[in-house]
């Protein structure tokens, strides 16, 4: 029901206003409670007959407030929303059309709204048709005009997910219009935003039938529209819609398979749309980055893909210069611009064709020998690119690997035979890889080669002086490219290489190998890996078509063309669907339609004020009462004294945990108490992800094997673990992580756990991928086969071949009785779990053999079946959930077994260094006559199992 602009969702309960009157009377006829007081004197009057009087009248602000108190209370129950301007739907007959968005900026809230249209037909009749309207345009889209039951709808509704380009609602209007369809009411749910097309389409829609709006705008970032990056670092741009209020979000570095490079801050200041999240690493781990992701956003448009244009390149080096004096020579300049970003290889020319790299940088070379220069040619024809530096050398000769021909003298300027002044740096043509560098306008080009007057000069060319004369050209040569800067690679001609942009001319340069990073008019990309309405990463369908390069730069994202990595001519190249995204709110709702969601957000609802109005008028109106009536003394001197014992036994409550904190801590070897403390996370401002998580407080984690059982006890022993480790030492892990290999970040946690079950489900292909990877970049994994047995039983790693078909398991040895595991932190003899005397497996240490290991020594693998999570594992008190065979003292071994392997996994075998001692002695000059006698086992100890 609507009043003007009031509208009430339960508009029976305004009934119970007809009651205000007879509460009104009641109280104008009851007088308040008199007060009672004995007199003594009083008795006298005992035998009088006392009169009948008119009782005294309630006041008249009593009344009210009691009157406001039940009105308050009765409008509140109807549910009144002041919404000015809008208007329910009216009541209509026919069809009901659902208009849904489900492009990329409905990913951020799609739950909600597909919950939303599947309750469309809530309140209507059974045999009531719905019929459904997506306005992402699709080639197999849904037809308006089909019609869709009550039980059908919220099926076809929950089987949709957004799609990873915009809407367009004017195909939309135009499917409408094909279909013939007449609804009797319309119900658009809808992202709320590009009010560019929303409001003509809102009003076209309105003018149709009756229409309803549920809006559902995205709360944070929208989307990253845009990427800048230099030889320093990156940084993204964040667009959002909500202007209201400051905020902070996190943006993630990860490479192509979800491995975590580096996180930024992008803070939102009130009324900005717009904020910059700047990545400060080092160059060559940005080169991994694969693409950029907002934490805790979904949709495509929170994740920006970087193509191959930026990737590390493995350049090889030639030296036309022979000099003894390698910091004077052209070379250094090179090497040091490019050692941030680019893997560097010096050699002779024929060894670098061998190995292939991307790029070939040669300074002041002139002519190559004829073999010599048809291995080069070759090697360009196939990708390569070939970078040449002028000099005396090429000034006086050159061969044909140059971009254009030479004259065979050197232009000299302000010199003696000076032609005129030196030149700055001119210009960038459009089509060059240059474009849009800024070159200072003190670096001045004192000398270079001239190239001939030819008609494809000025298409060849990269980057001019100032005059005019062309300071870096280039041509293509088969699928390679020929790069020739008509300057020395140092001081000598020109100030360039003492720039930054020296830097940045170099790395787009290199990038001209393999064809990448070339203005190519031919050929086409094909779609190599795409995004879907959720912004992962999946491989494309049968409906994404191959693009021409010429029209790469003007492509907007659809059905054909989704975001993603496209693979062509030059490498690979990435479509955004934030890229240059207006991001903004629709406003400019009609006048006519029901507003719901937050469409809703100029209206005020007015229940739940009108609700608690009502209760603090009733609260006012009980104390009045309780005053009048004298039940509200004053407190006295005997209640102060009680108020000041309480207060008193307050603060030595609140000192008695300050004055324990002054003693040291002591923990029983066998106490099973939760320490102050643990488990409490860092406080971070915003949501974060479980990767941000991990990174910023360090965690054990496990993979669930799908028998819950198993799971809870893997669990309950990585906290009891976590436990010992904060009581005891000076790690102190946070709340355990349970982890998917096939989609969670892995290089965050320095081990991961997995507690085989009878059971356990094979892992898929890829989680067992993700996991070798993991294991090759540092990682560690500890598998508990539970097992257990007797001593003379053998270790069976049958399940590992079936769960962990895949896994990338080097040679396997028994833990030495010498090894770094048995004193990393305590001094053991054995490994015990729930079950003692089991051999513990370790990866072999390769003595006589190449073996890959890791830098540091570490296991990468570590296999046992005592069951050691069931000994660790505590309930919320602390206390052991499991038995374990040899009691409390076993339990106690097994903690100190589990210290040991986590200590092992963070520091590594420093502790083998020990052996090295008697030599580090000498070098320090400590070693005397009897040092031949020096033995490690003189170095004091503690021989209890107490921490080194």
């Known amino acids: 029901m609507m009043l003007g602009p009031f509208l009430f969702g339960a508009p029976l309960a305004l009934i119970g206003l007809i009651a205000l009157p007879v509460i009104w009377y009641i109280l104008r006829a009851t007088p308040p409670a008199p007060k009672e007081a004995d007199l003594p004197s009083l008795r006298l009057l005992d035998d009088y007959t006392a009169q009948e009087e008119e009782p005294a009248r309630t006041p008249w602000w009593i009344l009210l407030l009691r009157l406001v108190a039940a009105a308050a209370a009765i409008i509140g129950l109807s549910q009144p929303v002041y919404a000015p301007g809008a208007s329910p739907a009216s009541e209509s007959s026919g069809p009901v059309l659902v208009v849904l968005d489900n492009g990329w900026t409905s990913a951020a809230r799609w739950s909600e709204m597909r919950t939303v249209a599947a309750s469309a037909l809530d309140g209507e009749a059974r045999n009531t048709p719905a019929h459904l309207l997506l306005t992402a345009p699709r080639t197999l889209n849904v037809d308006p005009a089909e019609r869709l039951s009550k039980t059908e709808l919220p099926q076809r509704v929950n089987s949709l997910d957004p799609v990873s380009w915009d809407v367009d609602r004017a195909n939309a209007l135009e499917r409408l219009d094909a279909s013939g369809l007449q609804p009797g009411r319309i119900f658009w749910i809808t992202d709320g935003l590009t ?100 934490t805790g956003a979904d949709g495509a448009g929170a994740v920006w893909l970087w193509d191959s244009s930026a990737r590390s390149r493995r350049v090889g080096l030639v030296s036309g210069d022979a000099t003894a004096q390698p ?44 073999d010599v220069e048809a291995d080069v040619a070759a090697w360009v024809e196939k990708g390569g690119a070939l970078i040449r530096f002028a000099g005396p050398r090429m000034a006086a000769q050159s061969d044909s690997l140059v971009p254009t021909p030479l004259r065979r003298s050197s232009r000299a300027i302000g010199g003696a035979l000076t032609w005129e002044e030196p030149q700055s740096i001119g210009s960038f043509p459009d089509g060059s890889p240059f474009a849009g560098l800024s070159a200072p306008e003190d670096l001045k080009i004192r000398q270079q080669v001239l190239a001939r007057p030819d008609p494809e000069l000025a298409n060849r060319t990269w980057a001019r002086l100032t005059d005019g004369s062309p300071l870096v050209t280039a041509a293509p040569r088969g699928q390679g490219m020929l790069v020739l ?108 339609a029901r507003l719901l969601g937050d469409a809703e957000a100029r209206s005020l609802r007015l229940g739940g004020p009108l609700l608690g109005l009502a209760g603090l008028l009733l609260a006012i109106d009980l104390i009045v009462a309780l005053a009048i009536a004298g039940r509200l003394p004053l407190p006295g001197r005997a209640s102060q004294a009680v108020i000041g014992v309480l207060a008193l036994a307050s603060l030595g409550v609140i000192a008695a945990p300050s004055a324990d904190a002054q003693q040291p801590y002591r923990p029983s070897p066998y106490g099973y108490g939760i320490s102050p403390g643990y488990g409490a996370d860092i406080n971070v401002k915003g949501e974060i992800d479980k990767a941000t998580e991990a990174a910023l407080d360090m965690r054990l984690a496990y993979i669930p094997t ?85 001593a003379a039983s053998t270790n069976n790693f049958a399940d590992l071949e079936r769960v962990l078909s895949g896994l990338d398991t080097p040679p396997l040895e028994p833990v030495p009785t010498d090894h770094v595991l048995t004193r990393s932190f305590y001094l053991l003899d054995g490994f015990p779990g729930r079950y003692e005397n089991r051999r513990l497996w370790i990866e072999s240490s390769g003595i006589g053999e190449k073996t890959e290991r890791r830098g540091d020594g570490v296991s990468r693998l570590i296999i046992g079946d005592a069951d050691y999570l069931a000994a660790w594992a505590v309930d919320e008190r602390g206390r052991p959930i499991y038995s374990v065979d040899g009691g409390d003292e076993q339990r106690e071994m097994a903690r100190r077994f589990g210290i040991n392997l986590i200590m092992y996994v963070l520091t590594g075998n420093y502790k083998e260094d020990q052996v090295h001692i008697p030599a580090l002695l000498e070098r320090l000059g400590q070693g005397d006559e009897g040092e031949d006698d020096f033995n490690i086992d003189d170095i004091p100890r503690i021989q209890d199992g107490g921490p080194q």
């Open 195 to 294: 009010p560019d097309t929303a409001i003509p389409f809102a009003r076209d829609l309105a003018a149709r039938a009756p229409l309803s709006i549920y809006a559902a705008p995205p709360r944070g970032p929208v989307a990253i529209t845009g990427l800048s990056s230099d030889a320093e670092g990156a940084s993204v741009e964040l667009t959002r819609a909500a202007l209201a209020s400051d905020a902070t979000y996190f943006v993630s570095a990860l490479t192509l398979d979800g491995a975590a490079i580096g996180t930024a801050q992008a803070a939102f200041t009130e009324g900005n749309a717009t904020a910059l999240a700047g990545f400060d690493i080092p160059a060559a781990a940005l080169a991994r980055v694969a693409r950029f992701q907002i």
């Open 485 to 592: 800067f008509h300057v020395t690679a140092g001081p000598d001609w020109s100030d360039v290489s003492y720039s930054g942009l020296f830097v940045e001319m170099l790395r787009r340069a290199i990038a001209a190998g393999r064809g990448e990073a070339v203005a190519d008019a031919e050929g086409t990309y094909s779609p190599d890996i795409v995004l879907n309405g959720y912004g992962r990463l999946v491989s494309p369908d049968s409906s994404a078509t191959p693009v021409a390069a010429a029209d790469f730069a003007d492509i907007t994202p659809s059905e054909a063309n989704p975001p993603g990595l496209y693979r062509g001519p030059a490498g690979t190249r990435a479509i955004n669907a934030g890229d240059g995204a207006t991001i903004r709110l629709m406003t400019d709702w009609p006048a006519s």
């Open 706 to 790: 799908g028998d819950a059982s198993v799971d809870r006890a893997t669990l309950a022993g990585l906290r009891g673990l976590s436990l010992m480790l904060y009581r005891r030492t000076s790690v102190e892990p946070a709340e355990p992580h349970e982890v998917n290999p096939e989609t969670d970040a892995l290089d965050v946690y320095p081990v991961i756990f997995i507690g085989l079950s009878d059971a356990a489900a094979p892992l898929s292909a890829d989680a067992v991928r993700r996991l070798n990877d993991y294991l090759r970049n540092g990682g560690a994994l500890f598998i508990d086969t539970r097992r257990g047995g007797d």
């Open 327 to 370: 910091l004077l020579s052209d070379m250094h300049y090179v090497r040091k611009a490019l050692e941030p970003f680019a893997s560097i290889t010096e050699g002779d020319i024929v060894d670098l064709i061998a190995a292939n790299p991307d790029a070939i940088i040669m300074t002041d070379i002139g002519r190559l020998s004829p």
